[in-house]
């Protein structure tokens, strides 16, 4: 069975700032935590982390810098043998024009997803929002959605999974009762 995501508040909160900071651009970042062991077949996803040193070509089109990529495998390499772990990156895809964000990932997503090899990648959909709120929960097949002030928000986290040799991305569900309870919090008080 796929492991699930579990998602402490902090962590949460953090990328829907990272997401929310510089939208309609699109954001990147990466998260730590802990992987499954045999007692429990989940991730723990504890922190998020914003990329600073990014490179944008278009909204949709953005990197790391070769620098911060450099630094970062240093980085990865240091911590590594402490906890939390390096579990992966997330990235926003924020609306284009009138189009609704799509939160599949894209070619060049998986592409890099392969070539990286880490555990998860979390693509966040971020829309605008006329009126009213949403109340956040997790959607039948495992994401998250919910409203923030005044945009949507879609939460999908992939790992890797082996379909006849070829490795193609699998959505994994989302569990993050503590983050869902304070953010439905937020929109009665507001
Ligand atoms: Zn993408």
């Given at each position: 069975?796929?492991?699930?995501?579990?998602?402490?508040?902090?962590?949460?909160?953090?990328?829907i700032w990272s997401t929310f900071e510089v939208f309609k651009k699109e954001?990147?970042?990466?998260?730590?935590?802990?992987?499954?062991?045999?007692?429990?077949?989940?991730?723990?996803?504890?922190?998020?982390?914003?990329?600073?040193?990014?490179?944008?070509?278009?909204?949709?089109?953005?990197?790391?810098?070769?620098?911060?990529?450099?630094?970062?495998?240093?980085?990865?390499?240091?911590?590594?043998?402490?906890?939390?772990?390096?579990?992966?990156?997330?990235?926003?895809?924020?609306?284009?024009?009138?189009?609704?964000?799509?939160?599949?990932?894209?070619?060049?997503?998986?592409?890099?997803?392969?070539?990286?090899?880490?555990?998860?990648?979390?693509?966040?959909?971020?829309?605008?929002?006329?009126?009213?709120?949403?109340?956040?929960?997790?959607?039948?097949?495992?994401?998250?959605?919910?409203?923030?002030?005044?945009?949507?928000?879609?939460?999908?986290?992939?790992?890797?999974?082996?379909?006849?040799?070829?490795?193609?991305?699998?959505?994994?569900?989302?569990?993050?009762?503590?983050?869902?309870?304070?953010?439905?919090?937020?929109?009665?008080?507001?």
């Amino acid at each position: 069975m796929l492991p699930t995501v579990h998602i402490r508040k902090e962590a949460l909160f953090a990328m829907i700032w990272s997401t929310f900071e510089v939208f309609k651009k699109e954001c990147l970042g990466f998260v730590l935590g802990y992987r499954p062991t045999a007692k429990r077949n989940y991730f723990l996803v504890t922190d998020a982390i914003s990329i600073a040193g990014l490179r944008r070509r278009l909204n949709t089109e953005v990197e790391w810098t070769r620098r911060t990529k450099r630094r970062f495998q240093r980085f990865r390499e240091l911590i590594n043998p402490m906890f939390p772990k390096h579990l992966g990156d997330f990235h926003s895809h924020p609306e284009w024009g009138d189009c609704k964000p799509l939160v599949i990932m894209s070619d060049f997503d998986i592409e890099q997803f392969i070539k990286n090899g880490y555990d998860l990648e979390f693509i966040i959909g971020i829309s605008s929002r006329r009126k009213g709120q949403v109340f956040w929960e997790i959607q039948a097949d495992g994401s998250l959605k919910g409203s923030f002030n005044s945009f949507n928000f879609h939460f999908n986290v992939y790992a890797l999974v082996n379909d006849n040799s070829n490795l193609k991305p699998e959505r994994l569900q989302i569990v993050a009762p503590e983050a869902i309870k304070a953010l439905n919090r937020i929109q009665l008080k507001y």
